[in-house]
């Protein structure tokens, strides 16, 4: 994704409570089609954890600015939600949602199986832009990202009342890909990486916004 793109970046359990066969119908049948029909939202993509310390399920939109994320057509379904997305909310806990833009997106097309997610609320360097870079020539490593949150279109959510415990966010979330686990973690250690990073496996993939227009 070129630099200066923006996500959404959203990470979240899920109250034992809920039902996850109407959790994953929600999200498939309801939530993403609803984001990728506003004009700006280009790809979806949903994880579930492995492994880590963030929450059980992390989910991002690629937009074609960070602006997209404060426009009215997306401020009008955040102020509106479908009444499946009101029920499913109260079912959501440690959510964080972070508007970011990309900083770094580099490596192979595509998207690896896996991910290594590591969140925290330092703003992104050119140091750490440098450090992810080495992690390329790493077996297992299939892409690198960074993404900044940015405070210009970072707004409080309408939907944040439906959720228990509100919303936290990250200023930098670094995301690297790959096709093995060990090796990825192997990797971050290697270049100097301390934080414990959570492991994803990829659940789902929008086709891209060329596929669709195909």
């Known amino acids: 994704m070129a630099k200066g793109g923006g996500l959404l970046c959203v990470m979240n359990d899920i ?12 999200y498939q ?3 993403v089609p609803d984001r990728l029909a506003i004009p700006g939202f280009q790809h979806a993509r949903r994880y579930r954890r492995l492994n880590g310390p963030r929450a059980e399920f992390f ?20 102020a509106e939600p479908t009444e499946w997305t009101a029920r499913i909310m109260a079912y ?11 900083v770094l997106d580099e490596g192979q097309a595509g998207a690896g199986g896996l991910l290594a997610l590591i ?3 330092g703003p992104p360097t050119t140091a750490l832009e440098a450090q992810l870079q080495e992690l390329l020539a ?4 299939t892409r690198v ?3 900044g949150a940015d405070p210009s279109v970072t707004l409080p959510s309408p939907e944040e009342k439906l959720r228990p415990g509100g919303d936290a966010s990250f200023a930098t979330i670094m995301v690297v890909e790959g096709s093995n686990a060990d090796m990825i973690q192997a990797a ?27």
């Open 59 to 78: 989910t991002f939109y690629e937009t074609a600015s960070p602006q997209v994320l404060c426009s009215a057509p997306y401020l009008k379904r955040l």
């Open 138 to 141: 790493a077996p297992g490593v």
């Open 29 to 31: 049948q309801d939530h």
């Open 188 to 214: 971050l250690a290697t270049q100097g990486f301390t934080a414990v990073p959570t492991i994803y496996s990829l659940i789902y993939a929008s086709p891209s916004l060329k596929e669709s227009q195909a």
């Open 145 to 147: 990202r960074l993404w």
């Open 15 to 26: 109250a034992p409570a809920c039902d996850r066969r109407d959790y994953e119908a929600w």
């Open 119 to 121: 969140a925290q609320n």
């Open 92 to 102: 959501f806990r440690t959510m964080s949602r972070s508007i970011c833009r990309v």
